[in-house]
């Protein structure tokens, strides 16, 4: 009854600016979800610098032609990447971990995998889920393993784990630090994988570019007031012009403010 008296008193349908003092209340919401104190204007010039970088590398001639490699296994894929990191990074605790696929009536509301954070008082057992319901190739599921395995989620709760560290540590959250290092471990991952690393330095920067995108686009629909037209404008300039699904990535943005903010900052 509460949400019927609610129907067609909405009357925003666009970014958090456009409410009263909305403007003031996302970069709030930035500082809370990236953990960072810069302006929005500054995170903007930052997001920027790096587009143009990426972008840059990835219509030099040098281009590389991409390889295929097997991710066939996922638990296999999670060994390599856990066997990959050891020269970079230290040693985590031992785990069990168990591999499990989303139920199919989940499929069409969750990620394309996560990794499902394990009890406090039994840190040795884990679990990482797999969306079916995406499309994955082999190269998208290796990074995506390492995003929440090795050197991604996994690693970094156990290990943070295992240095004992005060209780009340555990329940504090910082979505930047967290989806922010997972973010670092993905981009990290390319360097191992089983491809030619002029083939996985090209991946690497295509999927950095399309994340800044995403990033930017956070900031263009909540602080500066984009419109679906001008948001569609600014995808088009890289090539990206499926108005199909530019219309989706605006619905998801315009619904999680700050979200891509939070990994990519």
Same mark, same amino acid.
């Given at each position: 009854?509460?949400?019927?008296?609610?129907?067609?008193?909405?009357?925003?349908?666009?970014?958090?600016?456009?409410?009263?003092k909305g403007k003031e209340y996302f970069t709030y919401l930035i500082a809370s979800e990236t953990g960072s104190s810069k302006s929005a204007e500054k995170i903007k010039s930052m997001i920027e610098t790096q587009i143009d970088s990426d972008f840059l590398q990835l219509v030099s001639?040098?281009?590389?032609?991409?390889?295929? /490699?097997?991710?066939?296994?996922?638990?296999?894929?999670?060994?390599?990447?856990s066997d990959g990191i050891k020269k970079a990074f230290?040693?985590?605790?031992?785990? $069990?971990?168990?591999?499990?696929?989303v139920p199919k009536a989940l499929e069409m509301h969750l990620s394309p995998a996560f990794y499902f954070i394990p009890a406090i008082?039994?840190?040795?057992? $884990?679990?990482?889920? /797999?969306n079916q319901g995406y499309e994955m190739d082999d190269l998208d599921l290796f990074t995506t393993l390492a995003h929440e395995s090795y050197p991604g989620h996994l690693y970094q709760t156990t290990y943070f784990a295992a240095t004992d560290p005060d209780p009340i540590r555990h329940i504090l959250s910082f979505k930047g630090y967290v989806e922010g290092w997972?973010?670092?471990?993905?981009?990290?991952?390319?360097?191992?994988?089983?491809?030619?690393?002029?083939?996985?330095?090209?991946?690497?920067? $295509?999927?950095?570019? /399309?994340?800044?995108?995403h990033a930017m686009a956070d900031l263009g629909i909540h602080y500066e007031g984009w419109s679906l037209e001008e948001f569609i404008q600014f995808f088009s300039t890289y090539g990206?012009?499926?108005?199909?699904?530019?219309?989706?990535?605006? $619905?998801?943005i315009l619904g999680n403010p700050t979200n891509y903010l939070s990994y990519y900052l």
């Open positions: 009854q509460a949400l019927e008296s609610l129907r067609g008193t909405g009357r925003n349908s666009q970014g958090l600016c456009y409410f009263p001639p040098t281009k590389a032609i991409v390889q295929e /490699i097997d991710s066939s296994s996922p638990l296999q894929t999670i060994q390599t990447l230290p040693d985590s605790m031992p785990v $069990n971990l168990e591999l499990k696929f008082d039994n840190m040795s057992d $884990n679990v990482i889920y /797999i997972a973010t670092y471990a993905e981009m990290c991952s390319y360097s191992i994988a089983p491809m030619d690393q002029k083939s996985a330095s090209y991946e690497q920067k $295509n999927n950095s570019l /399309i994340l800044g995108l990206i012009q499926d108005r199909d699904s530019l219309n989706e990535i605006y $619905n998801y």
